[in-house]
């Protein structure tokens, strides 16, 4: 696949420097652009918009870098022998995401566990999997089962359970104007079948630290 980004070490380790912009594909976006200003009415020569169509294809490419990063490979990175076999929950992972259908944000929570079964992974490694996921165009559904497949196949534990809940702007700006409708989802594998397990994931990530 053609990059957004070029790769260096720092970002095959999950970084993305926002100065490294594929050149050509910026400029190519920026011309298509510049012609939807037009299209809408604007004037893309005025002041305020000169740069416009530059800043969102950058933003753009920002938006789906997550096409450029291998999720597993970071996992792989920082995975650990160890025998501890208690569940691991990270839980309010922000997450920022755009539906495919409107190329709109939809943004909210991510609560990821999973329970070891001879290895740990680095803890920030389970957001920067959420990231590369959710850094492309998504449906919220498609977001979670990702987040649990490359867990569940990477790392190989005796469970993975992912709980989303997001807000989609394509459901509040427009379309249906439902403005406080937050959609949930989850996946699950292994232990996380037993609903003794599940009730403690769920327990876990609805209890407040204070
Ligand atoms: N299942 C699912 N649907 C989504 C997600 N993000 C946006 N959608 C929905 O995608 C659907 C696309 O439906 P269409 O009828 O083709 O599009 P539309 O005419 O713009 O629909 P409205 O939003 O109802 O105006 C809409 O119902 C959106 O709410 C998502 O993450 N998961
Ligand atoms: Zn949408």
Excluded: W
């Amino acid at each position: 696949m053609e990059e957004h980004f070029s790769l260096n070490e720092e970002e095959i380790d999950g970084y993305v420097k926002i100065d490294r912009y594929n050149p050509e594909k910026v400029a190519r976006i920026a011309a298509h652009y510049a012609d939807i200003l037009a299209l809408l009415g604007e004037d893309p020569s005025r002041q305020g918009l000169l740069k416009t169509p530059e800043r969102v294809a950058k933003a753009l490419q920002f938006l789906t870098h997550g096409y450029d990063l291998d999720a597993a490979e970071i996992l792989r990175s920082a995975m650990f022998e160890e025998e501890y076999s208690q569940m691991v929950v990270v839980k309010d992972i922000e997450v920022y995401s755009m539906c495919e259908h409107h190329m709109l944000p939809f943004f909210g929570k991510a609560h990821v566990a999973y329970i070891p079964n001879g290895h740990i992974v680095g803890l920030s490694k389970i957001p920067r999997v959420v990231d590369i996921f959710a850094r492309r165009l998504q449906v919220q559904e498609r977001l979670t089962n990702e987040i649990r497949d490359c867990i569940q196949q990477t790392l190989q534990p005796a469970g993975v359970a992912v709980v989303i809940e997001c807000k989609h702007l394509c459901m509040c700006m427009r379309g249906v104007q439902k403005q406080n409708s937050v959609t949930t989802t989850s996946a699950f594998t292994g232990e996380f079948a037993h609903e003794r397990t599940r009730s403690e994931f769920l327990r876990l990530i609805t209890a407040s630290l204070d």
